[in-house]
């Protein structure tokens, strides 16, 4: 017999429908970070379900960061600003099951880094501008006794592109992108026999875009950091998904 085929429903937990609306009322502004919810027993009269179901409800949302939650504190669980910490553990939940494959996270990767220099070129201060020329000369540094600081200070140089980017959004995703990529090529870093002419490239890298940073040129100082960023991450991609990589290139 034709005709649609159906899945079978799943039955809503009521202390789902506690993190729903809990979360809508976070979002939409009628509960702000610092502020608190009622207590359990008034969350229980408010919602008319069990206590078991409002901790249950409360364990969710301090999971996903939205607000803390301790035990025996007569008050109730208090709100919590925004973090990225939920963003980053939900996208590297993704990376992990294979949702997200790591040639997505460096395409994206360019493309947030590329966007943050481009407005960097054009926005920053000239204190941002020397923030930046600082981290390269301790990059420089680091390579000079070992290498072991060399990541922090790389990762200094991008955080300070991000802030003179003056987008907070591309502040907190370019940390969290960041972040998965080099956990899960981690190891392949490390084992990298070449590293140390990795790192001199790096540099040098680093000093182009800062110079086409200082002579407001945007266009160029994009350009360059999206072609050293598949110089150094095309390696660690499948070659049948570099394609994804090159389409960004120029």
Known sequence: MGGPRFEPVRAVRAYERVVEQIEEAIEGGTLCPGQRLPS?????????????????????????????????????????????????????????V???????????????????????????????????DTAVIRMRAAVEAG??????????????????????????????VRSIVLDLISEKIAG?????????QSIRHHEEVIAAVRTGDGPLAARLTRQSMYDYYAGYVPPAERAALRALLE
């Open 192 to 200: 990298a026999p070449d590293g140390e002419a990795l790192m001199r």
């Open 98 to 132: 294979a949702e997200l494959s790591l040639a997505e996270l460096v395409q994206f990767r360019m493309v947030l880094d590329s966007s943050a220099i481009l407005l960097a070129a054009r926005l920053r201060t000239d204190e941002q501008l020397a923030e930046m």
């Open 40 to 96: 359990e027993r008034e969350l229980m009269v408010q919602f008319s379900v069990s206590r078991s179901t409002v901790r249950e409800a409360l364990r969710v949302l301090q999971a996903r960061g939205l607000v803390r939650s301790r035990p025996g504190d007569p008050h109730g669980a208090e709100v919590l600003p925004f973090s990225p910490a939920a963003l980053h553990k939900s996208m590297t939940t993704l990376a992990r």
């Open 147 to 176: 290498g072991d600081d060399f990541g922090a200070c790389d990762v200094a140089f991008h955080d300070a592109v991000a802030r003179a980017s003056g987008n907070k959004l591309i502040q907190i995703c370019t940390d969290v």
